[in-house]
């Protein structure tokens, strides 16, 4: 599978950025797993609860950003990442240890839509809006 580009993903806020960066560091390491196998496989489960805490801090600190800014988007925002959050939980609960390639196959799809997609668009109109309506950014 093809790896991200960090370079791609930047807002040109330094906190969410770096932020932004370890999502997708961990995402590029799980496309780069060896889905045939099974130790390699098992990782997955492991990553996959690391990758849930850093989304939702991540989340939470982004939010806390917006309020901050007074960014005029941050409700429908929230509501965003609130879907996301389900999405997330729901790919969870489930244990992927004995997952054949194309379930893997399909949770990389799925979490490349919660964290890749969600950063490409509504996370990049912040950047923008942060660009044109604050001075100074971190
Ligand atoms: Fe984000
Ligand atoms: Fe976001």
Same mark, same amino acid.
């Given at each position: 599978? %093809? ?34 196998? #099974? ?6 489960? #492991? ?24 960014? /005029?988007?941050?409700? /429908?925002?929230?509501?965003?990442? #609130? ?19 194309? #379930? ?28 044109? %309506? ?5």
């Amino acid at each position: 599978m %093809n790896l991200l580009s960090f370079v791609h993903y930047t807002l040109g806020i330094k906190e969410i950025d770096e932020q932004h960066w370890g999502l997708i560091e961990i995402m590029n390491n799980i496309k780069s797993l060896n889905y045939s196998n #099974t130790t390699e496989v098992k990782k997955f489960n #492991t990553v996959l609860v690391d990758l849930q805490a850093k989304i939702l801090h991540h989340f939470e600190y982004e939010e806390l950003c917006m309020e901050r800014d007074e960014y /005029p988007y941050t409700i /429908p925002h929230k509501r965003e990442h #609130t879907i996301l959050t389900s999405k997330l939980n729901m790919l969870s609960i489930k244990d992927y240890s004995n997952a054949g390639f194309l #379930t893997n196959k399909y949770l990389v799809s799925e979490l490349q839509y919660i964290i890749v997609n969600h950063i490409d668009y509504s996370d990049m109109q912040y950047g923008d809006w942060v660009r044109k %309506n604050k001075s100074i950014v971190q």
